[in-house]
């Protein structure tokens, strides 16, 4: 009887496995390592050597947009002091992968936590920057008394991954799938800012039941369809402050909704031009004071310069600010996930009413230094914000 018993339970156990789901063959993951042809990295030194420079009015500085003696800098340390392949082998010490989902090839970088009981964080990244973002963080994040297995993909279009764009919606889908199916994590964290605050709201609403907290830099801002008369002296100072940014600084994310295709040509074609487009935000949405080299070095303004240059994803990247216009999104909706928000001094001021709007605050964080590219420029701040918040009890 007893074998028989032995017997049975085995056969309950094979029959139990074997009736588990599979995954689809399309998402099977596949290890990914960084590896740009040489030809490539040939191509853009010839490019970079014959960069034909506009005029510039003398001692113009970062006033008509970047400046022209720190970009041509920059150009020639790109040319004869920065090393790729250097920076090639240390994203590599990273473990990256790629799968495919809803039809797209998706690169994500999963590094596991340390100690016991680490929990899954997934982190989304902005335009114009990329996975780069995080690089700093991660072993702040997987390292320590408190640990997370840090998830970070490239969105669709940027980076290592398909260069089809999608709005927030589909890309927190894509993510939502990585996560759950692909990874096996049936609830997790999120945390992002710029295009990733809105894959991270997305994410939110559209998977109440498996994102259990998230944390923001920014949380969306006015649009001009708000009834200013319902809202605080603060919220109606920060729609000010808005506008006025909008009429000085939101050309690009215009050019970015409507016309991707006409400043990409030049983007893609001439690495000057490419270094112009990107640096001019990086030095623009950091700490105000000081120079853009207090924050971010040579090397890694490169490097994320390099990603979009070897991938070819500048006019992919681009084109996510027209596929969400005129959509109706998740991202646009009102958060009811326990959020953290830090307000980073580079970045807009928003205030804590206008926040509360936006989402279900549970801790609201005015930091000291810092900016758009936060995790880069001061990730020591950044991962405290956010292991202060994800670890307390207002996010469970």
């Known amino acids: 009887m007893k074998q028989a ?48 420079w506009p005029d510039a009015p003398e001692n113009i500085g970062w006033k008509y947009g970047t400046d022209p003696v720190f970009l041509k800098s920059l150009v020639a340390y790109w040319q004869n002091g920065y090393d ?22 998706i690169h994500f970088l999963h590094i596991k936590g340390k100690g016991q009981n680490p929990k899954p964080l997934l982190l989304s990244h902005g335009w114009p920057d990329c996975f780069y973002r995080f690089y700093k963080a991660i072993p702040l994040l997987t390292e320590g008394e408190q640990t997370y297995d840090v998830v970070i ?18 890309a927190a889908k894509i993510f939502a799938t990585l996560m759950k199916d692909v990874l096996g994590y049936k609830t997790f964290m999120a945390a992002g800012g710029d295009i990733g605050s809105g894959i991270t709201k997305s994410l939110a609403n559209l998977y109440p039941e498996n994102v259990t907290a ?5 949380v969306g801002y006015p649009d001009g369809s708000e009834d200013w008369s319902t809202m605080s002296k603060a919220e109606q100072e920060f729609g000010q402050v808005i506008q006025q940014w909008w009429y000085k600084e939101g050309a690009y994310a215009m050019l970015h909704a409507t016309k991707p ?8 074609d001439s690495p000057a031009g490419l270094a112009s487009w990107i640096v001019e935000k990086f030095n623009a949405w950091r700490t105000p004071g000081g120079t853009i080299e207090d924050y971010f070095t040579k090397d890694e303004l490169l490097t994320n ?40 001094p580079g970045e807009a001021p928003l ?46």
């Not at 599979?22 to 290890?31: A, G, Q």
């Not at 998230?214 to 920014?218: G, K, P, S, Y």
């Not at 295709?261 to 893609?268: D, I, K, R, S, V």
């Not at 549970?362 to 020591?380: C, D, Q, S, V």
């Open 5 to 52: 018993i032995i017997f049975l339970t085995i056969a309950v156990i094979a029959f139990t496995a074997n009736a588990q789901p599979k995954k689809p063959d399309h998402m099977t993951v596949k290890p990914f390592k960084i590896d740009v042809q040489q030809t490539v990295l040939d191509d853009l030194q010839n490019r970079l050597s014959q960069t034909r």
């Open 84 to 105: 790729w392949r250097k920076h090639e082998a240390a994203l590599n010490k990273f473990p990256q992968f790629t799968v495919e989902i809803n039809g797209l090839t």
């Open 153 to 170: 993909p490239s969105i669709p279009g940027f980076g290592f991954s398909s260069h089809t764009t999608t709005t927030d919606d589909s």
């Open 214 to 218: 998230i944390h923001l830099t920014d």
């Open 261 to 268: 295709q006409t400043q990409a040509y030049g983007l893609n």
């Open 305 to 344: 310069i390099m990603i979009y240059w070897v991938t070819q994803t500048i006019n992919s990247s681009m084109r996510t600010y027209a596929v969400d216009v005129p959509q109706q999104l998740a991202s646009h909706q009102k958060v009811n996930t326990p959020t953290g928000v830090a307000v980073f």
């Open 351 to 396: 205030p804590r009413e206008w926040a509360e709007r936006k989402v279900n605050v549970k801790r609201f964080t005015i930091m000291e230094r810092g900016g758009h590219f936060a995790a880069l420029e001061a990730p020591e701040l950044w991962v405290g914000e956010l292991k202060a918040f994800f670890g307390s009890d207002a996010a469970k």
